[in-house]
């Protein structure tokens, strides 16, 4: 009788840590799938961003800057 409880009791144990590992991957996978869309978010933007530095045209103070020599030359 010793030796059947002792395996029961060791059988329950690994079914709970097959429970808490089945939870602990659910949790991981949950949180893998909420960093690939943050990382699709950010990768969207920063496309976006890129486009919007691309279309901007130079402003006059800078080209203003570049073609007159500052008064201390």
Request: proline share 5%.
């Amino acid at each position: 009788m010793q030796n059947q409880q002792i395996l029961e009791d060791r059988i329950a144990e690994l079914e709970m840590k097959i429970a808490f590992q089945e939870q602990l991957l659910d949790e991981l996978n949950q949180a893998l799938v909420q960093q690939q869309f943050d990382m699709d978010k950010i990768q969207l933007q920063l496309r976006y961003l890129a486009g919007k530095l691309k279309d901007m045209q130079p402003s006059n103070i800078a080209s203003q800057a570049e073609e007159t020599p500052p008064p201390h030359y």
